[in-house]
């Protein structure tokens, strides 16, 4: 408890790459929940013990292949209902779960827990730019209330500048 | 037949490679064609059972260092099919377990297992569901003089979980399987029955398979038709609308508008509760999170006979680990996960049922409700 002003957390965890259940890295983080109504993010600082896996290699295959695609890509319900996702999305899939990571973050209380249950429907948005534009219609699943809450997210990707979400 | 994995060191050897893949006709797995085949990349190349000798001597002369991928081709195949041995005839033929189903297949399913079967399984009418489908359990009972005492294990309460009804399916099937050949199932069907029922919100269930797939409750109508639907697991009378609800029928946590008023609900507590002296163990299965849970939701306050519960349950989570190390936590709902009550759980363990569990099944998340049906059998094998 830090008085006036919120319920601090200390965590020690393992962050376990979901391409690759091998590849493991330590991880301590402090997560600082506001005390109030009005909904603030959690403040968050972390350290990681050691190097996160280069992935240039496959961030600049998708990139290429977007770029090369003629008609701007368009999909839905990634994954199906019955759980499948086809290899060509899945870095689209990848990409809005780090995405929702983010919304649900600016989102959390003590009280939330969240989890990206699908994407509706993925649109990309042309761009003159070097970044890449998806705009998101993705289902949160929300485990606490097991309310199925509907969001609306536009992000922004490049290999090397990372990712931008804007909700 | 094998697979061979090389990385070719030098172009002679990847001249020498294209050359013997076309030669032999050999079935190239990664690149697809020999042209593609170059210095330094992975090449995995599946050879024919009758030239494996031959094509490990042409590898040897210049040497060409390879590796065996996988031995045994044919092991592979055979262990991603469903299992085909002498107990065809006790389960339907052709029925995939490793495939979610619609509601009109499990219906035809139970037939079908009855009709296979019908020394050991029989199929009672439950009752009706809101929309009027009727709702069946199946009976797995070995005829003997004793009673036996009874183990309840129902699938389905919440639609979205596709992977619980799949999992009753396949329980179904494996006891059925195996109770001859397997001493424990053997002794087991001795001394208990088993009652499955794989589908209780068959109409929520048919509601995710054609409108929305992320359904929840049952689909009873409310307000005059401009919402459904009635969470069942909070429905139950066990400190009803007490927490964990909403009054709202919007809510996916709706209780209803009363303990009971469903028709599904109703049609499970009349059975259980008539039943009650007789049974064992109340088991309700649903997804994901990987837990399993030990009363009540509604209170912190332990149950009766917590130690017992616990020493079960621990022993389970560790059973379930061995088999391909799924990890699941194991406690009391309102501690280890949310309050909530009118659950199925705490009212059977309210009525007398000393064990009472709750399962979630896979996953924690990764794919939530919408489990690939490549994990249906991997979490049936370990939950079994």
New interface residues.
Partial sequence: DVDGVGHKYHLELVLED?LDKDSTVNCTAEVLYHLGKKTIAPDVEFTIEGELKNTDEADNAFYNQIKSLEKELVAENI???????SPEMEPIHLLAWVASGYVMWQNSTENTKF????IKHVKQVKRSDEYLEFDYMI?L?E??????IPWQMTVLWHPQRGVQVTQ | DQVLHIVPETFQQVQHLQHLCSTLLLDLWKPLLPEDIWVGEDLHIRVPAALVQEVKDSLDQPTVPYKVLIPDVQELVDQSMPRETSSHRQVPEGYVYT??HPMEEIYQWMTQIQKNNNELVTQHYLGKTIENRTIYYLQISQPSDKTKKIIWMDCGIHAREWISPAFCQWFVKEILQNYKSDPKISRFLQNLDLYVLPVLNIDGYIYS?EKE??W?KNRSPHMNGTCYGT?LNRNFNSSWDSIGV?YNCS???FCGSGPESEPETRAVAQFIDKKKSDILCYLTIHSY?QYILTPYGSTTKPPSNSEQLMHVTEKAAAALMGKYGTSYEVGSTSLIL?SNSGSSRDWAHMIGIPFSYTFELRDN?????????Q?IQPTCEETM
Avoid: C, K, M
């Fill in positions: 979901v994954p199906d209902s019955h759980g499948n996702v989890q990206l249950a699908q289902l699943h485990i606490v209330s097991q309310e199925i | 495939q979610y398979w797939r992320l929840r969470d909403s809510s996916e946590t999170g949310y998340g990764t794919h939530g409700f919408v489990l690939p049906p994990q």
